[in-house]
């Protein structure tokens, strides 16, 4: 006769083994001081400050490199990338960027089209390039500071194309 591999008659001889509740004593603080490291450190990178909130309150900014805080939540980092060089692309968006650059290929000429001041349409693509000089007042005094930028952006374009005739967008009120 068949024996079945799945025979239950054997767990019932299972047994855990045996824990020295002395060993398991150790394994709790380990645990706790290596969460209690993770949450100390954190590291900002070169073109980064990194904005500390204590309890939600804004303390200090953290320069580049290693740094500490307090841990278990009671402080938290944002970092903001000061030093780079940001873009904002209007019409258009960069999938890859390189030196065969590939674009994306829905059409946003709900942003891009305009109309001019001659009441004709002109499809307007353009970039913009910024630099974030206070993190402070990028994270807290402004409300999404980048659809913010992007929408004044969007706006102040809208009303010098609208101020123009179609010739001048093309030609001459390009730049």
Known sequence: MDQNPFDLSDFKKFRPP????????W????????ILIYSVWFTVSTEEVGVVLR????????????????????????????????????GFRTKTPGVRTEY???????????????????EVEWIVQYRI???????FRVRNAVKTFRDMNEAVLREIVGDRTVDEVITVGRQ
């Open 133 to 139: 000089s206070d993190p402070f007042k990028f994270l």
């Open 27 to 34: 394994i709790i603080p380990v645990i706790v001081a290596i």
């Open 55 to 90: 309890f939600g309150k804004f303390t200090r900014v953290a320069e580049p490199g290693a740094n500490f805080k307090l841990p278990f939540g009671i402080e938290t980092v944002f970092k903001v990338p000061v030093k780079r060089q940001l873009k904002l692309e209007f």
């Open 104 to 122: 994306s290929s829905r059409k946003l000429t709900a942003e891009s089209l305009m109309l001019t001041g001659d009441l004709n349409a002109a």
């Open 18 to 25: 045996d824990i020295n509740p002395k060993k398991l004593i």
